[in-house]
């Protein structure tokens, strides 16, 4: 069974970059086919992806943040990893990670509970 | 101002039956792109209800059916229960001006 859980800090200040990490179970990102997405949710607001990366460490990024956004994977800790510098107030809120279907559209089948994060000094 | 356009609010009586729409474009669900559903519920993950405009993954009730028409897709409850309430998004992915998976604004379902 498939499952994810985000981890960050709970406080960041400004200027400074965001650093998320996705720990999972229940798949390899070593097998084909096999990707992790992040998606936010800030205040009030609806979902926005952010980016993907795939099981052969292509990666692909949402391109109204994608200068800001670095994405990494960990397959011996099943971790994927997401950097956003240069954080302001207007990234305060819910992250998550997902898994994406296997193969196929972008779809995510499986999510975290998501991590609040604020921005703040 | 989301690609995907999604009335805000729908409502219903437990038992009724009730559709939220969700309206692209070209560049999206009209380029024969799928339209996947999530429920979020409060303090909840949220859920893939139907992918590939009307597949329900294992688990999701048959109450759950999605359709898709043109540059529009369709979500229908039937037999509307309180459980039900909450956010419903729909999403897609967009070629324009570069490709990235997209989401609509979000549908509050409130059960009357």
């Known amino acids: 069974q498939v499952a994810l859980k985000e981890s960050a800090p709970s406080r960041v200040k400004p200027t400074q970059t965001l650093t998320l990490t996705c720990t999972f179970s229940?798949?390899?990102?070593?097998?084909?086919?096999?990707?992790v997405g992040w998606i936010r949710q800030l205040p009030g607001k609806a979902l926005d992806w952010l980016a993907l990366?795939?099981?052969?460490?292509?990666?692909r990024f949402n391109p109204s943040l994608e200068n800001r956004l670095t994405i990494t994977k960990d397959t011996s800790k099943n971790q994927v990893v997401l950097s956003m510098t240069n954080v302001g107030h207007v990234d305060t809120g819910t992250y998550y990670c997902?898994?994406?279907?296997?193969?196929?559209?972008?779809?995510?089948?499986?999510w975290g509970q998501g991590i609040l994060v604020t921005v703040s000094s | 101002q989301s690609v995907l356009t999604q009335p805000p609010s729908v409502s219903g009586a437990p038992g009724q039956r009730v559709a939220i729409s969700c309206t692209g474009s070209s560049s999206n669900i009209g380029a024969g792109y799928d339209v996947h559903w999530y429920q979020h519920l409060p303090g909840t993950a949220p859920r893939l209800l139907i992918y590939?405009?009307?597949i329900r993954p294992s688990g999701v009730p048959d109450r759950f059916s999605g359709s898709q028409s043109g540059t529009s897709a369709s979500l229908a409850i039937t037999g509307l229960q309180a459980e039900d309430e909450g956010y419903y998004y729909c999403?897609?992915?967009?070629?324009?001006?570069?490709?990235?998976?997209?989401f609509g604004g979000g549908t509050m379902v409130t059960v009357l």
């Open positions: 990366i795939y099981w052969d460490d292509d990666k």
């Open positions: 999403q897609s992915y967009d070629i324009s001006p570069r490709g990235r998976v997209v």
């Open positions: 590939g405009n009307n």
């Open positions: 997902a898994h994406k279907l296997r193969f196929g559209e972008w779809v995510f089948d499986s």
């Open positions: 229940g798949f390899s990102l070593t097998t084909t086919g096999e990707g």
